[in-house]
């Protein structure tokens, strides 16, 4: 039974650096995403290739989603957030 087994589970807490990394990557990932005029993240081609691996590499997978849904929400809605 694995009830009382003495092995400890691989369990890996994601830090406060690691998140700033991810969100430092998320950044540079959409504004290079911006700079090249592309509406949906995922179908830039090769665009933004290098900062799309970064992005992917400093985030856990669950966090790197290929279609972000607040960058779709704020590129369709920028000028409401610019009249602000």
Same mark, same amino acid.
Request: hydrophobic residues 40%; charged residues 30%; positive net charge.
């Given at each position: 039974m694995a009830w009382f087994t003495? @092995? =400890?589970p691989d369990v890996s807490t994601v830090s406060r650096d690691d998140r700033k990394q991810c969100w430092e990557g998320r950044d540079i990932y959409f504004a290079c995403l911006d700079h +090249? $005029?592309?509406? !949906? +993240? $995922? =179908? !830039?081609g090769n665009a933004c290739a290098k900062e799309k691996s970064r992005y992917e590499a400093s985030c +856990? =997978? @669950?966090? +790197?989603s290929p279609t972000p849904p607040l960058q779709c929400f704020f590129v369709r809605n920028r000028s409401f957030f610019t009249a602000l």
């Open positions: 003495t @092995s =400890k +090249a $005029g592309v509406l !949906e +993240a $995922g =179908k !830039e +856990a =997978k @669950s966090w +790197a």
